[in-house]
């Protein structure tokens, strides 16, 4: 599977972006997509993900109420909206597919390229 990431910017503190995670190749069919960001000097670091079905998902604690995981299934495309982003959301965003389709695991199997988010104060 091949994942395409997009929709990064340069955006100021509250404002809004929406990832999305367009996969080639395959469907998400039985897998979980996840998102993580790297911040320079950082670790890569879990942010969301969902399953294939949109039935479950999981976020790191440092976005919930301000980030939503989706999946349109039809577009082959998860999306990641995030709201009332804060300078220390910088970072850049990669999507990936954990083949064991569990949200719970955040261990993804296979990555794609990322997208760069920077907010500034």
């Known amino acids: 599977v091949q994942l395409q990431a997009s929709g990064g910017g340069l955006v100021q503190a509250g404002d809004s972006l929406r990832l999305s995670c367009a996969a080639s190749?395959?469907?998400?069919?039985?897998?979980?997509v996840d998102w993580f960001r790297q911040a320079p000097g950082r670790e890569r670091e879990f942010v969301a993900a969902?399953?294939?079905?949109?039935?479950?998902?999981s976020y790191a604690d440092s976005v919930k109420e301000r980030f939503t995981i989706s999946i349109d299934s039809a577009k082959n495309t998860v999306y990641l909206q995030m709201n009332s982003l804060k300078p220390e959301d910088t970072g850049v965003y990669f999507c990936?597919?954990?083949?064991?389709?569990?949200?719970?695991?955040?261990?993804?199997?296979?990555w794609g390229q990322g997208t760069q988010v920077t907010v500034s104060s």
């Open positions: 990936a597919v954990d083949s064991s389709g569990l949200v719970s695991r955040r261990s993804p199997s296979y």
């Open positions: 190749g395959r469907t998400f069919s039985g897998y979980a």
């Open positions: 969902i399953n294939w079905s949109g039935s479950r998902n």
